[in-house]
Every structure is written in C-alpha cells, then in structure tokens.
C-alpha cells in the first residue's frame, strides 16, 4: 500500500520556488523529520528542488540534520520497548541504515531468528515423532 502522499508527482509550483522563504522549507523538513520527499510534497515541489534548497543553506542543511537526529532518537526509544520482541528486526534494520553514527553498524547487534525458529521446528518435529511413538504403542 502506498502512501497517498505518493499519488502522483507534485503540480508545477504556483509560486517560484526561489518565493519560498527558508523558514517555510524548515518547518515542512522538520515536520517530516527531515525526510526530503515529504516535506517537498508539503510545499508543493519536487523532492530535487527541496534537496537543491539544503545544499545551497547552511541552515536547512543544520535543520536536516537535527530533525534526523530526533528520527534517530525516535529509533532508540522504540528499541528500548520492544528489544525483547521479533518486531525489533525492522526497528534493528533502521538503526543499522540510519544510526551507524551511534554505533549501529554491521558488527553491531544481531538478531538471529533462526535459531528461535530452529528450535521452534525441533520442538514440531520432537512433537510429531513423540505422537508417532504413542500411535505404534
């Protein structure tokens, strides 16, 4: 499923886009939490225009940055609930592409499900083998 931010790509601006103040640009990228595409969609222009708007502002490019630093502070609170449960392996997968910077690179943790899932089909097969025996006895 998409998202109906996604629908079609934006209209041609209305205004040129040099008429968009950097503070309008700031407020659509941190209400997005920095990501680019969205707050393009928010101004009504191409995720390109936006990104050539940061590269051209220290500013915006400072923005960007913050706004990502609270997405990854988002990660890590999410982490600290859910570390226990499987649905930590999408959450695991955002911290190792987005947090490097914080010490979730590649030899950061792993989480391994194949081992709970081998022991899981262990204990099927042990299960079957067991109901197999009592059905010969």
């Not at 220290?58 to 630093?69: G, N, R």
Request: proline residues 5%; neutral net charge; aromatic residues 6%.
């Amino acid at each position: 499923m998409t998202h109906p931010m996604y629908d079609e790509y934006p209209q041609p601006l209305k205004k040129k886009i040099d008429a968009i103040k950097d503070e309008e640009i700031a407020k659509a990228l941190w209400a997005t939490k920095g990501l680019q595409a969205l707050a393009a969609v928010r101004l009504g222009c191409s995720p390109s225009t936006v990104n050539k708007r940061i590269h051209e502002s220290p500013y915006l490019t400072a923005v960007v940055i913050d706004a990502k630093e609270v997405r990854k502070d988002r990660y890590e609170e999410v982490l600290d609930r859910i570390i226990d449960k499987e649905e930590a392996v999408p959450l695991m997968f955002a911290l190792k592409t987005q947090c490097k910077d914080r010490g979730y690179g590649q030899d950061a943790v792993v989480i391994d499900i194949k081992d709970p899932v081998k022991m899981l089909m262990d204990q099927i097969r042990s299960s079957k083998n067991l109901l197999e025996h009592e059905k010969r006895e």
